[in-house]
């Protein structure tokens, strides 16, 4: 069975830092990866998704992804973090076995920007 | 086309009382999955349906919980004789047939479930 983990439970950065939030998965095989944001309050939104193809992803809001195979990581990144950015963030893996493709959440990282 | 919704937003039970909390999918999905989320913890899966089929309920709680996703109307979550530690988001996803050609799932907002 797959796996997800996000080592980063809390994250604070002062807005324009650089956001580095790190997820790995385990599951040998296929896989399709995603990155969800959680406003305060608000249901789940996608931030970006890996399916195949080139390996680093850009999202929404200036969010980009890194898939790095060989590390079975799938790091969140943004260059210059906003105060609105605050938010959960959740990494997912879906593990394609075709039939019973149920998504697998990581614990989710809290990102608190300061103004 | 209006998004996955879920209802109530918000549900208060009585400690013994039964929840149940709907799940409408988005138009032309017909897979469902309920996630459940407690207080400062991530999101954990419970129960796969497709219509009129459970696939994978490997995240339910062996007793009290059920789910069902009928060939009309919503998917349902039913929690018999709610307890305090019940309480939690419970949130519902949706994808399209074809899962394995890549989509991705679709949340509603949740309904939050408190039991006093």
């Known amino acids: 069975a797959q796996s997800v983990s996000q080592h980063n439970h809390h994250v604070i950065l002062s807005e324009a830092a650089s956001l580095e939030l790190g997820c790995n998965y385990s599951?040998?095989?296929?896989?399709?990866l995603f990155w969800y944001v959680q406003y305060p309050g608000q249901h789940l939104q996608l931030l970006l998704k890996?399916?195949?193809?080139?390996?680093l992803v850009k999202g929404i809001k200036g969010f980009e992804a890194e898939f790095i195979k060989s590390k079975f990581s799938f790091n969140l990144r943004k260059p210059s973090v906003q105060w609105s950015d605050t938010a959960e963030y959740f990494c997912?893996?879906?593990?394609?076995?075709?039939?019973?493709?149920?998504?697998?959440f990581g614990t989710g990282t809290r990102l608190t920007i300061i103004p | 086309n209006a998004g996955v919704m879920q209802n109530p937003r918000h549900l208060v039970r009585r400690r013994g009382q039964e929840a149940r909390l709907r799940c409408s999918p988005m138009?032309?999905?017909?897979?469902v999955y309920w996630y459940r989320q407690l207080p400062e913890e991530g999101l954990k899966f419970m129960v796969y349906?497709?219509?009129?089929?459970?696939?994978?309920e490997s995240g339910m709680p062996k007793e009290r919980f059920s789910a069902e996703f009928p060939k009309e109307g919503p998917s349902i979550l039913r929690i018999q004789q709610v307890v305090r530690g019940d309480s939690a988001a419970y949130f519902c996803?949706?994808?399209?047939?074809?899962?394995?050609?890549?989509?991705?799932?679709?949340f509603g907002q949740g309904t939050r479930l408190t039991v006093v």
């Open positions: 996803a949706s994808s399209p047939q074809d899962r394995g050609s890549n989509t991705e799932a679709f």
């Open positions: 599951y040998g095989g296929t896989v399709n």
């Open positions: 890996y399916f195949s193809g080139d390996p």
């Open positions: 997912a893996v879906n593990a394609l076995n075709f039939g019973n493709e149920k998504l697998t």
């Open positions: 138009k032309g999905h017909s897979h």
């Open positions: 349906l497709q219509k009129e089929n459970i696939i994978d």
